[in-house]
């Protein structure tokens, strides 16, 4: 059965503090490694990674996929309150299934 | 650009009755999958639509049914509702040839009585 697992759970930490969230995954026919923001309803698409080794960046937001070791990150620098959010990670595979992990709540407090 | 919206907000059903969630997917996605997203979880797979056909679906008995329709827009229909059926109901769109690629609508959150 496909798995996918986040941590930490949950992050406390101040504005300005930098942090990294962590996803391995094991899933069969995988193809892509999606990271979404979630604040009230919709997740947000953050990053989608194929190749292993490469950084996506957009803004203060950055994402690498290691497909040897089945990990990806995603760094966070100098956090705003606004970053206040559950990051989901999801294993893609070639046919659109995606699984998710249960999500890291983050939390930034001022 | 509109994005995938879905209808209703929210539902409030009582246990036994049959509910039908509705999607449209973003302009240009020909592709539809449904997700259930319990309090405190990472949204489940529940199955994806494509050409009007089910191509996938994951662990979801078959309570669960869905459609597509020529113009890509999908509904999710749910039987003999349960307790446990309550949760946030999640529908994504993707383009074609990209079926991972998937956009999320704000979701329709259900409660069961």
């Known amino acids: 059965e496909d798995k996918v697992v986040q941590s930490p759970l949950s992050l406390v930490v101040h504005e300005g503090d930098t942090v990294t969230l962590n996803c391995s995954y094991e899933?069969?026919?995988?193809?892509?490694l999606l990271w979404y923001k979630q604040e009230k309803k919709a997740p947000t698409f953050l990053f989608m990674l194929t190749s292993s080794g490469i950084e996506k960046k957009s803004g203060r937001l950055s994402s690498i996929l290691d497909k040897k070791e089945l990990f990806s990150i995603l760094n966070i620098t100098a956090t705003q309150t606004g970053d206040s959010a559950v990051y989901l990670c999801?294993?893609?595979?070639?046919?659109?299934?995606?699984?998710f992990g249960q999500g890291t709540i983050l939390t930034v407090h001022p | 650009d509109a994005g995938v919206t879905q209808s209703p907000t929210h539902l409030i059903k009582t246990r036994g009755q049959q509910v039908t969630l509705r999607c449209s997917p973003k302009?240009?996605?020909?592709?539809v999958s449904w997700y259930q997203q319990a309090l405190g979880q990472g949204p489940q797979f529940i199955f994806q639509?494509?050409?009007?056909?089910?191509?996938q679906r994951g662990n979801f008995p078959d309570r669960f049914s869905g459609h597509q329709f020529p113009n890509y827009s999908s509904e999710l229909n749910v039987n003999a509702l349960l307790l446990g059926d309550s949760a946030l109901y999640l529908c994504a769109s993707s383009p074609r040839g990209v079926p991972d690629t998937q956009y999320f609508g704000p979701g329709t959150r259900l409660t069961v009585l």
């Open positions: 639509y494509y050409e009007e056909e089910e191509r």
């Open positions: 899933v069969t026919n995988f193809r892509s």
């Open positions: 302009s240009g996605h020909d592709t």
């Open positions: 999801a294993g893609g595979t070639s046919y659109g299934k995606l699984t």
